[in-house]
T-cell receptor, first 111, second 115 residues
Framework: KQEVTQIPAALSVPEGENLVLNCSFT??????LQWFRQDPGKGLTSLLL?????REQTSGRLNASLDKSSGRSTLYIAASQPGDSATYLC??????????FGKGTMLLVSP | NAGVTQTPKFQVLKTGQSMTLQCAQD?????MSWYRQDPGMGLRLIHY???????DQGEVPNGYNVSRSTTEDFPLRLLSAAPSQTSVYFC??????????????FGSGTRLTVV
């Protein structure tokens, strides 16, 4: 059974810092990996999707990498802002129809 | 706006009552799925569908039924609500196959409380 682990569970940083969120998965036979953002009481917003054949994806200040063979992904956030405060979820797809999620990293960026 | 629409947003049920959580998508996605999110447990898969007329169980299917009569709709039925079903429920859809380059789209969720 696929298991997804996210470290750290919570992170508090001052505004302007660059930071890295980690995600690991136990079965490397995945189709893709997706990073989501969830604000309190809200739904999931897709940030980045990395296909299994890709090494990284970038969107603005966000960069996600994937090392499929070692079962790891990182989400890099550059020049963090208070508006980045949210829970970040990592999810892997082993088939086309479903996702397995980590429990998330709760990020707080203070002014 | 295109996307996944869930109704209702909030619901309070009494133990033993039944209800249906609605989910509709207008992106012509093949795949749809239901997840529940509980504190400390993350999101867990309840049921999923790979097309009209085809459904399957996920990790936590007990107490829930689904059907998929159209591509657009994927309702989740609680047969006899229990306090353990108090949770936030999310519906998701994806195009499937080569459409996986676009990933999954999630609805805004239904917050259910069973008393």
């Amino acid at each position: 059974k696929q298991e997804v682990t996210q470290i750290p569970a919570a992170l508090s940083v001052p505004e302007g810092e660059n930071l890295v969120l980690n995600c690991s998965f136990t079965d490397s036979a995945i189709y893709n990996l997706q990073w989501f953002r969830q604000d309190p009481g809200k739904g999931l917003t897709s940030l980045l999707l990395i296909q299994s054949s890709q090494r990284e994806q970038t969107s603005g200040r966000l960069n996600a990498s994937l090392d499929k063979s070692s079962g790891r992904s990182t989400l890099y956030i550059a020049a963090s802002q208070p508006g980045d405060s949210a829970t970040y979820l990592c999810a892997v797809s082993e088939g086309y129809s479903t996702l397995t999620f980590g429990k998330g990293t709760m990020l707080l960026v203070s002014p | 706006n295109a996307g996944v629409t869930q109704t209702p947003k909030f619901q309070v049920l009494k133990t033993g009552q039944s209800m249906t959580l609605q989910c509709a998508q207008d992106m012509n996605h093949e795949y749809m799925s239901w997840y529940r999110q509980d504190p400390g447990m993350g999101l867990r898969l309840i049921h999923y569908s790979v097309g009209a007329g085809i459904t399957d169980q996920g990790e936590v299917p007990n107490g829930y039924n689904v059907s998929r009569s159209t591509t657009e709709d994927f309702p989740l039925r609680l047969l006899s609500a229990a306090p353990s079903q108090t949770s936030v429920y999310f519906c998701a859809s994806s195009q499937g196959g080569t459409g996986q380059i676009y990933g999954y789209t999630f609805g805004s969720g239904t917050r259910l409380t069973v008393v």
